[in-house]
Structure formats: C-alpha cells, structure tokens
C-alpha cells in the first residue's frame, strides 16, 4: 500500500495567522491517465470527514477561498490563509491513485490559539 | 441533496458480526460506487473496501479479505457492510461514503459525501 506521511502532527494556530500541512507519499500520486490522486479532508469534532480539495488544488463546493492545495509527484501542501475558529480539526490527506489500496495519511490536528 | 443515513450503533460480543446499512437519496445510487471507511477511537481513517452498486461488484482492502462482505439492495438504495468474527479491536466508526463523479472541467471528485457514521463496540 502507498504510505501518507502527513507532518506536522498537530498546529496550534492564531486566528487571522496562516497555516500549513505537509502531505509525502512513498509513491508518485501522478496517474498515466494525466490525472494526480490527492484528496484533502477535514473532520470536525464529532463529524464525517469533508472533503475540501480535490485532485491536489480544485476546491470542493462551498469550501472557503482561504484553502489551497498544491504540490506534484509525492509532495503536497495544504494551505489556510487565515485560520478562522471553524477551521478547527483533523485535515487528513487521502490517495486513491491505487484501488484496492486506497489510504489515507495520520491526520493534522489544528487548534486554535 | 446527497445524504448517506447510515444504521444507530451497535454492541457485539467478540465472534459475532455485525451488519451496517447506509442509505442513499438525493442522487442516482446506482451511479456510484459506495466506499466504506472506518475509525478507531482516537486513531485515523481506513479504507476497508467499496462496491459497485450496479453490478454489485466489490473490491476489498486486503487486511478485511475473507471477513467483509459488502452488498446493496437497489430497491431502497441502500448499501451494507457486514464484519464477521469480531475482535475487540474492531471497535470503531464505520463510514458509508459515496465515490464521486467528475467536476465540470473533468477532475474527479474523489471521495465526496460520508455517512453520519455507525458506532461499533465489540465487548464481552
């Protein structure tokens, strides 16, 4: 299976600060199809995962402009410009380039300062 | 809207097997693969396997072979996911979740609507 290796493993953040989040995978995310299988989730306190950003840097619909996703190859970086208090959870990072197989990395736990 | 209702949770003694049901509205089911996802407490996600609701055919994470069964009733649009000989460490929170299509500018969605999530305790 294709390890996710998300860093950090929690970030405690100022409202209004930026913060980041690293995904590595141990294999190439790029499909022969063209297409790069990284997913974004964020799963607030008591809920499903969300989906966030799809194929590396598309927003899903309703998610905020302060979220970008970018990277290529087996890096990945999930931005928030401002964090504001209901960005608060765990961002998860998910490959589904390999089926069966699918995988998800640890998670970042954001907070709030 | 897409909704995935999953069934309340469950209490099970080690041995025994559990049967979760997620049903689906606001969409075409048979459209869409269902995948199934799990969470121990305090721990991450993990991919247990999906199934094709209109064939039927399924496609399972290699760890759950031999113990996972996944079926659909296209009827009332609803799936399932049954673990047999439960361990205590199969106590967690499974999720239904739906196998998206494609954006307008053809970038797959991905993994896009969850279930609530089902409870499973596995206790003597």
């Known amino acids: 299976d294709i390890v996710m290796t998300q860093t950090p493993l929690s970030l405690s953040v100022t409202p209004g600060q930026p913060a980041s989040i690293s995904c590595k995978s141990s294999q190439s995310l790029l499909h022969s199809d063209g297409k790069t299988y990284l997913y974004w989730y964020l799963q607030k306190p008591g809920q499903p995962p969300q989906l966030l950003i799809y194929e590396v840097s598309n927003r899903f619909s309703g998610v905020p402009d ?48 | 809207q897409v909704q995935l209702v999953q069934s309340g949770a469950e209490v099970k003694k080690p041995g025994a097997s559990v049967k979760v049901s997620c049903k689906a509205s606001g969409y075409t089911f048979t459209g869409y693969y269902m995948h199934w996802v799990r969470q121990a407490p305090g721990q991450g996600l993990e991919w247990m396997g999906w199934i094709n609701p ?69 206790s003597s």
């Open chain 1, 66 to 113: 302060r979220f970008s996703g970018s990277g290529s190859g087996t890096d990945f970086t999930l931005k928030i410009s401002r964090v504001e208090a209901e960005d608060v959870g765990v961002y998860y990072c998910m490959q589904s380039i390999q089926l069966p197989g699918l995988t998800f990395g640890g998670g970042t736990k954001v907070e709030i300062k």
């Open chain 2, 54 to 122: 209109n064939s039927g055919g399924t496609n399972y994470a290699q760890k759950f072979q031999g113990r996972v069964t996944m079926t659909r009733d296209t009827s009332i649009s609803t799936a399932y996911m049954e673990l047999s000989r439960l361990r205590s460490d199969d106590t967690a929170v499974y999720y239904c979740a739906r196998d998206g299509d494609y954006d307008s500018s053809g970038y797959y969605y991905g993994i896009d609507y969850w279930g609530q999530g089902t409870l499973v305790t596995v």
